[in-house]
């Protein structure tokens, strides 16, 4: 098992920035590749980006390239979103998630609790 906590969100304003972070317990933190995922009300949970084991490749949603960034420290068994740039539309809780770097298929075993990001306009 895998837990995750998920912290760091908050109220900002447009244009401003905030860092989200989830820390990892229980198994091997550079067992997994890491993501994160928001979902608003109402709506499916979408992709935002995802961070390989090692942190040497990252992916990310079209809609937030070039204002996030995602990034590991598996010293510290934490996975940060750094969000530059954010929109109204941005607002929505966002989730970490883990999934095996040996498992063969696209799966997200496990989930932070959430952490709410509101952006004003």
């Known amino acids: 098992q895998v837990q995750l906590v998920d912290s760091g969100g908050g109220l900002v304003q447009a244009g401003g920035s905030l860092r989200v972070s989830c820390a990892a317990s229980?198994?091997?933190?550079?067992?997994?590749?890491m993501g994160w995922f928001r979902q608003t009300p109402g709506k499916e949970r979408e992709f935002v980006a995802a961070i390989s084991w090692s942190g040497d490749s990252t992916y990310y949603a079209d809609s937030v390239k070039g204002r996030f960034t995602i990034s590991r420290d598996n010293a510290k068994n934490t996975v940060y979103l750094q969000m530059n740039s954010l929109r109204p539309e941005d607002t929505a809780v966002y989730y970490c998630?883990?999934?095996?770097?040996?498992?063969?298929?696209?799966?997200?075993?496990?989930w932070g609790q959430g952490t709410q990001v509101t952006v004003s306009s």
């Open positions: 998630a883990a999934k095996s770097r040996y498992s063969g298929r696209n799966v997200y075993s496990y």
């Open positions: 229980g198994r091997t933190f550079s067992d997994y590749v």
